[in-house]
């Protein structure tokens, strides 16, 4: 069974969330800070849609801000098509394609996503009761990392 294969069930199983984000040294966003909530899995022609939502924190506050997400993960036999769907379905914005690695059980960004100057990548690793996605966003205002979780 081939990873795409073996991820594309695991990702129709999740139920959860929790994740940080990390701003690094040159962010102009200082959104260092853990979440977590639930996530419903659609599925329809298109593919699974991840319907989140939960509270963040910010690791310099008390105060938790609630959080809503859509993402549509579009399943094919050789990637696997990840966008983001917060204005809706008309509107999803393209965010890149997972294809295969090396390294078994682990997906990458074939190619950066380009926002203005920014760049983001991303690695989807398989795991015994999800998966995790690890995010990189770089550019001259931006220097984040988020780690999801996604769990059964």
Same mark, same amino acid.
């Given at each position: ?17 929790? %994740? ?27 593919? @699974?849609? %991840? ?23 579009? @399943? ?19 965010? %890149?394609?997972?294809?295969?690695? +090396? ?5 990458? +960004?074939? =190619?950066?996503? @380009? ?12 795991? =015994? ?24």
């Amino acid at each position: 069974m081939t990873d795409i294969i073996r991820i594309t069930q695991r990702l129709a199983s999740i139920a959860r969330i929790s %994740f940080t984000s990390c701003s690094g040294e040159r962010s102009q966003c200082a959104w260092s800070g853990s979440g977590q909530g639930s996530v419903e899995v659609g599925r329809d022609p298109d593919g @699974l849609r %991840f319907h989140e939502q939960g509270h963040f924190r910010l690791d310099r506050g008390d105060a938790e801000v609630a959080f809503r997400n859509v993402y549509r993960w579009a @399943l094919h036999d050789e990637h696997i098509g990840l966008y983001h769907e917060r204005r809706g379905k008309a509107h999803a914005v393209w965010l %890149f394609d997972l294809v295969t690695s +090396a390294e078994e059980g682990v997906l990458v +960004a074939r =190619d950066a996503h @380009l926002c203005g100057d920014d760049r983001y990548s991303a690695r989807l690793s398989l795991r =015994d009761d999800g998966v995790d996605l690890d995010w990189r966003i770089s550019g001259p205002r931006k220097d984040e990392r988020l780690y999801y979780r996604y769990r059964q």
